[in-house]
């Protein structure tokens, strides 16, 4: 009988506990948060800087319900019926048209209500499915990963088959980065270094080195040294590592950081799509470069942006 009494009081203590989060929980503002999460987020802050659209939060006092639905439903049918607000606001973000969203009055009002509450919202296994993104743990440095790397993983140093330092070759030893990464001037990709190219100083220097040794067995049997990759953009971006390398003659640590410092490599920046396009905002060509010689439209001070930069077929086509 004591044993029915237990049972029946943790079951009423786990129904009440589940009314409670039932009566807690808000459906406008889960629904709401969860379509911001899976469709707005890559083009805008809920609030603090723009990205390529202007962070969201305050909008309902900017523009009219009314304005607000028919713009997110069509923004190429404000724009042609001649709505000044809406080509205004296009021609800010450097006529950037936001596609067309298939979202019904109260779907659109929900997203409203989320960015104006100032509440967070916890995305779900879901949510971040649907943007590509793995859970965090799969990418936690201490656990080297062989899963695709997309998004924001800034941070990551996975453990590496061999134990190359960055350091040691490119700072100690002042290797330049081309010497390895040859792809890097004249190439989409900067590329990974054979084998062979290990070997043209290995085959003397430290040949006893246990990890040497292990460069050594992969040349002998003809097997791949199988590197985890670190930096890995999603396949729907295309980048060049030859315009920026040769073209805007950035240094290596622009973007990877003080590579000749870290004695596992990781990575440096988040490379988010908002970080791209705020350094294509505020950079600056040298319009007298070489790499600009056939550009007909050239203009002091032009950054990047101008030159249609952040045009969104620049990297996704």
């Not at 908002?274 to 032009?302: F, I, L, P, Q």
Request: aromatic residues 8%.
């Amino acid at each position: 009988m004591r044993k029915i009494f237990v049972i029946l009081t943790l079951l009423s203590v786990v129904v009440m506990s589940r009314a409670r989060a039932a009566d807690d929980s808000n459906p406008t503002q889960d629904l709401g948060g969860r379509i911001f999460t899976q469709r707005c987020a890559a083009c805008h802050n809920v609030e603090g800087a723009d990205l390529v659209g202007p962070a969201l939060k305050g909008v309902s006092q900017r523009r009219t319900e009314d304005w607000i639905l028919n713009f997110v439903k069509s923004p190429v049918k404000m724009i042609q019926s001649g709505n000044t607000t809406a080509k205004e606001l296009v021609k800010k973000y450097h006529d950037i048209i936001m596609p067309d969203q298939n979202l019904t009055d109260e779907e659109i009002k929900a997203v409203v209500a989320f960015v104006e509450s100032g509440e967070k919202y916890r995305p779900t296994d879901e949510d971040m499915t649907a943007q590509g993104i793995l859970p965090k743990e799969l990418f936690a440095p201490e656990k080297p990963s062989k899963f695709p790397l997309l998004n924001d993983n800034e941070g990551y140093a996975p453990e590496q088959p061999i134990a190359f330092s960055h350091k040691l070759h490119a700072g100690d030893n002042g290797i330049t980065c081309q010497y390895c990464h040859y792809g890097a001037e004249k190439s989409k990709n900067a590329g990974f270094p054979a084998t062979s190219v290990c070997l043209n100083c290995h085959k003397v220097i430290k040949r006893d080195s246990i990890e040497i040794q292990k460069i050594h067995r992969s040349f002998e049997e003809n097997e791949s040294i199988e590197w985890v990759r670190v930096h890995l953009l999603p396949d729907f971006v295309y980048f060049s590592h030859e315009r920026h390398v040769a073209g805007a003659e950035f240094a290596c640590q622009t973007c990877h950081g003080p590579v000749e410092e870290m004695e596992r490599l990781r990575q440096y920046s988040d490379l988010t799509m908002g970080w791209c396009v705020n350094c294509h905002r505020e950079t600056e060509v040298d319009v007298h470069a070489k790499y600009y010689s056939s550009w007909s439209k050239k203009e002091e001070g032009m950054t990047v942006a101008d030159m249609g930069g952040i045009d969104c077929v620049r990297c996704h086509y």
